[in-house]
Structures are given as C-alpha cells and as structure tokens.
C-alpha cells in the first residue's frame, strides 16, 4: 500500500512537471533549503464516512455544503441539473479562506464525487470569485457525495483527508465509506516552509513546485514517474 500511494504521488509531480518554470523556482529557494528537516513521511491511508445523494432523476437539485471542523465558518451549495447523460454541477462556497491557511504546501481547493461504493471522482479545481470559490462543471456519476478538499496542486489524484467542506447527513443521504489521504500529504504536524512568491510564479509553477518537494518528502524519487517529471 505504501508504495502504490508513493507511485501515486510520483505520477502527480509527473503530471504536474508539464508546466516550465519549476527548475527557476527551485533555484530561487534553495536559500530557504535548511529550513526543511531531513525528515520523511511514510503515506497512510485513512477511511472516512461520506454522505451520498440521490437526486431525482430528471429536474435541478440544491444541495448544502457544511463546512467541516477544520472550516467550521464555511458554507456552500452545489446546483445539480440532471440531464439525459450527465449531471450539470454548479458549486460555490463562502467564508473559505486562502487554500494556504491550512499550511503552506496548499495551494487549491478541488472538488471530488464519491459513488456509493466509495470510488473517487475529481470534478475540478475551484476558481476564486471576490469573496468566494465556485466550479461549473458536469459528472457521468448520478448518485454520489460530495467533498471539498485543500490540496497542494490541482494534479493529485487521490483526495488528502484536509476535508474542508462536505455534504451534511440528512434525511434523503446515504452513508459510504472512502480512502483518503492522511494528513494533506506531510507528516504529522509538519509544515513545509512557505514558498517565496515574489517574482510573480503564476499558480501552476508554484503548485508544481509542491508536487516535486511533496515526492521528495515521500520518498519518491526512485520511482520511474518522478526521474521522467525530473528530467
């Protein structure tokens, strides 16, 4: 289990090492290098209980999001159109504040689907509106839950347990059991270094930025999918 989660976080930094501009940055903070401990992290699996909806099947659909106890003033909602083929999602939410003040390594929101049978499906990245984060987007799943995680880049591809907003039990929902990530992808208690932005990196170098610091932490860097992103 271990070394699968490792491969996973070796294929993330893979994916996010598409974007130019992270050898650059790395530079730039080699000064703030002896910062970090020598320490590494042995990635934990967690299981977590979701609520899942089950919306009609033809017509619109509101939902609430309630902001868990690490966003405790959060809310939200999330507008679902059925459609013949897919489900028109429309969520926004308030009183969150920057994905970073939950630690330095974190730097998006993304919003997952979670099907009854615990399965994960990664709907998107959050866009900041003024005081608000929203995502349009649409989902092949009809039955699912609903969560809202911080994580350090939009490629991850399981969800962290750094739930910050979910779907509240109610009457209609139906509980499922799901992996998670422990502990948004650093050892317990540790807090990466904050990064230096001051040259202006545009999101996507400095979620890639973390991705490869993440590997390293893991362990990572024998893995195939981490020396290709590091070429």
């Known amino acids: 289990m271990k070394n699968s989660v490792r491969h996973i976080i070796a294929s993330a930094f893979l994916l996010s090492s598409l974007v130019a501009g992270v050898c650059s940055l790395e530079a730039q903070q080699s000064g703030n290098a002896a910062a970090e401990p020598n320490q590494k992290f042995q990635p934990q699996i967690v299981t977590k209980t979701v609520n899942v909806i089950n919306p009609p099947a033809r017509g619109s659909i509101t939902i609430a999001l309630k902001g868990t106890e690490l966003a405790p003033g959060a809310s939200g909602q999330a507008k679902l159109k059925m459609g013949e083929a897919d489900v028109a999602i429309e969520a926004q939410t308030s009183g ?136």
């Open 96 to 231: 969150l504040a920057a994905p970073g003040s939950f630690g330095s390594q974190f730097e998006t929101y993304m919003v997952w689907a979670i099907t009854p049978a615990g399965k994960t499906f990664k709907l998107g990245a959050m866009k900041a509106k003024g005081n608000r984060f929203e995502l349009d987007t649409k989902s092949a799943v009809r039955s699912f839950a609903m969560v809202i995680t911080a994580e350090p880049y939009q490629q991850v591809t399981r969800p962290a347990d750094t739930i910050v907003l979910e779907v509240p039990v109610r009457g209609q929902t139906v509980a499922a059991n799901c992996e998670f990530l422990k502990d948004g992808y650093a050892p317990i208690g540790y807090q990466f270094p904050p990064i230096d932005t001051g040259a202006g990196y545009p999101p996507q170098v400095l979620q890639m930025y973390n991705a490869r610091r993440i590997a390293v932490l893991a362990g990572a860097e024998g893995n195939e999918s981490f020396k290709t992103g590091d070429e």
